[in-house]
């Protein structure tokens, strides 16, 4: 249930916007998602429609962009791709992934008026 | 905000008492623009670029408390796991063993209950109890208000420990030095895969309740090799806070953390 405080972080982060910015309505949030980041995007969208009721960002639409996870492996240096955080290296079969990419949660831009 | 239903009904309590309200930026009501548009539709859109990270306040509060800790010399922990696995009892014998060497102090994340602080205060080590109400982990903004109750001595050791879940704390930096996630040998080996977040961003990982092991189907050397394959780099300490086994070589750990912190402060 931590994608209701993150919902609630999201919220934060556009009212600080609104305030630096000077806009009364949101109507597009985009969030980029790491395949790789320890939140269920089903499970935040949820949570920020309950905590968006009534603010600025009411009904607004949540746009997720996933990005792919990648690492990269300490054994054998290869960049490779990483769906899941037990993944094994696909060229040596090493454990000893390195997340390069994939495990951001972001607030990246808000369409506004 | 409560978390079942999201209804407004925040109820996280220090020491039992309501947390201080941290002053709302904005009150959430629409303001009127400048040149008021005559109707919404006639409203201009516009992007606006954010780019931050969703945990940014909770990581800047953490930054600010491991700059508290660090100035202090206090080595603290995030000690984390599913309920049951030992971490209360592994404190208070820790405690014990550790008196006369360095002083410790305790802060305790339960949902409800001040039952976990109780058992740290009859060790005669200062504790604070956070309730999360409903919340699911401890945040940094938590722990900020908790040590300013606790004042934890300089050159000491700081237990914080979590609300028992594998889930939810592994995203929340509180500002410790290292989290300490507790495995023990009465749960299933296969925890670190089906988890792998906690035992990612773990250092340290304690298989507790080896006493057990003759009598439950429980295989440590897959256990470890599971928890390794999430993270290479993780320690792993295998022990029995009940009857002592395995108590010296974390007790050695800790004495050496806090002499880092020590120095390092």
């Not at chain 2, 594998?166 to 500002?175: H, I, M, Q, T």
Request: net charge negative; charged share 20%; hydrophobic share 45%.
């Amino acid at each position: 249930m931590h994608e209701l405080s993150l919902a609630e972080n999201v919220l934060q982060l556009i009212t600080d916007a609104a305030r630096n910015e000077g806009f009364s309505r949101v109507k597009t949030v985009q969030l980029e998602i790491g395949q790789l980041a320890c939140v269920e995007p089903e499970a935040l969208a949820f949570a920020f429609e309950s905590v968006a009721r009534g603010s600025l960002a009411e009904s607004a639409r949540l746009e997720i962009i996933s990005t792919p996870g990648l690492g990269r492996c300490a054994d054998c240096g290869q960049t490779v791709a990483m769906a899941v955080l037990y993944g094994l290296c696909p060229a040596c079969g090493s454990a000893a992934l390195q997340i390069v990419a994939g495990d951001r949660m972001r607030v990246k831009e808000l369409e506004v008026e | 905000m409560c978390s079942t239903c999201g209804c407004g009904g925040h109820a996280a309590l220090i020491s039992g008492r309501a947390m201080r309200r941290e002053p709302r930026a904005t009150p959430l009501t629409y303001r009127p623009a400048e040149a008021a548009p005559a109707s919404a539709e006639l409203a201009e859109s516009r992007v606006v670029e954010v780019e931050r990270d969703l945990l940014a306040r909770n990581d800047t509060q953490a930054a600010a408390n491991r700059a508290w800790l660090s100035a202090r010399g206090i080595f603290a922990l995030n000690l984390v796991s599913s309920p049951g696995s030992g971490k209360t009892t592994l404190l208070v014998r820790s405690i014990e063993q550790l008196a006369g060497r360095l002083p410790v102090s305790v802060i305790e994340g339960d949902q409800q209950t001040e039952f976990d602080a109780e058992r740290i205060r009859a060790t005669g080590a200062p504790a604070v109890q956070i309730n999360t109400g409903r919340g699911c982990h401890l945040d940094a903004r938590m722990v900020a208000q908790a040590l300013e109750r606790l004042a934890p001595p300089h050159d000491s050791l700081l237990f914080i420990e979590n609300v028992g879940n594998l889930v939810c704390p592994a995203a929340f930096d509180l500002g410790e030095a290292h989290k300490v996630v507790v495995l023990s040998v009465t749960e299933g080996e296969d925890k670190p895969l089906k988890y792998p977040d906690m035992f990612r961003a773990a250092d340290l990982m304690i298989l507790n309740k080896c006493d057990l092991l003759p009598y439950v189907e429980f295989d440590a050397e897959r256990a470890e090799a599971y928890a390794r394959r999430i993270n290479p780099k993780l320690q792993v300490l295998r022990l029995s806070a009940t009857n002592g086994a395995g108590m010296p070589d974390w007790l050695d750990w800790l004495l050496a953390g806090a002499a880092r912190a020590h120095s390092a402060g």
